[in-house]
């Protein structure tokens, strides 16, 4: 079982920075693909950016194209998401997740889910 720990939200204001990661603890880390998803109130999660096993495959939403980066250090374990330029749009509780392919976070899915870390971005 894979246990996901999100860290680094908070409140920022609009134009800042972020930068959240993700701590797995259980399974071995290198044999999941990782990304990050976000629901916005009333609104469906989505997924922002995935990042393959091999850090050879990145995607991400186009609402974020160019402002966000997904980073994996498969050494220590860890997955982050560094959020610049920062807009209200983004305000959401933010999701760290696993799965057992790229594909499958990019179709929306996962096998293993985080708590969720809030980001609130003030205009």
């Given at each position: 079982?894979?246990?996901?720990v999100?860290s680094?939200g908070?409140?920022?204001q609009?134009g ?7 701590t797995?603890?259980g ?7 990782m990304?990050?998803?976000r629901?916005a109130?009333g609104k469906e ?6 990042v393959s ?8 939403a186009?609402?974020?194209?160019g ?6 250090d498969?050494?220590?374990?860890t ?5 610049n330029s920062l807009r209200p749009?983004?305000?959401a509780?933010?999701y ?8 499958q976070?990019?179709?929306g899915?996962?096998d293993?889910?985080g708590?969720g870390?809030?980001?609130?971005v003030?205009?």
């Open positions: 079982q894979v246990q996901l999100e680094g908070g409140l920022v609009a800042g920075s972020l930068r959240l990661s993700c797995p603890s399974g071995t880390f290198s044999t999941y693909a990304g990050w998803f629901q109130p999660r989505e997924l922002i950016a995935a096993r091999n850090v050879a495959l990145t995607a991400y186009d609402s974020v194209k402002r966000f980066t997904i980073s994996r498969n050494a220590k374990s997955v982050d998401l560094r959020m749009e983004d305000t509780l933010y760290c997740a696993a799965g057992s392919s790229f594909l976070l990019r179709a899915r996962a293993y889910w708590k870390t809030l980001v609130t003030s205009s």
